[in-house]
């Protein structure tokens, strides 16, 4: 176990400043990730919010998809907020034709799933694995995880509205992914999960 685990943040488009100040803030190293020789010596990954397509493309043309997967099957824990989540989903609907994810969560995202009037929103979500206050969620042009598989735990739905009983947080082992942005709200303890996840795991 590291007290001081090193944690990449993927440098190719989004929000990483933002991770990695919330990543230090629970007492982990961070570094960016931007080519394949970038993953070796780092214990996770957090993959930003942003716009997936963006780095799907740039991920493609850096040749990252491929060392990125090797990663994940190889068992690196890894993080995705909001574009993130959708790099890390095992299917998207709504994908562009050409998007590529590096998967290995067993779930099927929607992209841009709340529509145009609720493009972007903030709620309190109740995230019992996180304790009982509730949790500030910002959610920018989002995604929806529509399906889970059987490995997969779900940390949080939203719990009013129309879109109640949506899933917007979940885990499978060392993956963990929320639609939401943790990292704009000086709330860390998604971030300090995910930092538990990796001194676990090494
Ligand atoms: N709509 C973006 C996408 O499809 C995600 C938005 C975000 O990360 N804030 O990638």
């Known amino acids: 176990m590291t007290a001081s685990p090193l944690i990449g943040v993927l440098a190719l488009q989004g929000d990483v400043t933002e991770h990695e100040l919330a990543l230090q803030a629970v007492g982990a190293r961070t570094a960016r990730v931007r080519a394949a020789a970038d993953l070796s010596g780092i214990a996770g990954l957090v993959i930003p919010g942003g716009e997936s397509t963006t780095m799907s493309n740039l991920a493609i043309r850096m040749e990252l998809f491929e060392p990125l997967r090797a990663a994940s099957l190889a068992g690196m824990p890894m993080y995705g907020s909001c574009a993130g989540m959708i790099m890390l989903a095992d299917q998207v609907t709504d994908a562009r034709p050409d998007q590529q994810t590096i998967g290995g969560l067993d779930v099927i995202v929607r992209r841009n799933a709340f529509g145009r009037q609720v493009d972007s929103f903030e709620i309190d979500l109740d995230i019992p694995t996180l304790g009982e206050s509730p949790f500030r969620a910002v959610f920018i042009r989002a995604p929806l995880v529509e399906s889970t598989g059987p490995g997969v735990e779900v ?12 899933i917007v947080a979940v885990r499978q082992g060392v993956r963990l992914a929320t639609s939401f942005h943790p990292e704009l709200t000086g709330d860390t303890r998604i971030h300090d999960l995910f930092v538990q996840i990796v001194r676990r795991h090494t």
Do not use: F, H, V
């Open 155 to 166: 940390l949080a739905t939203l719990q009013r509205g129309t879109a109640a009983g949506t």
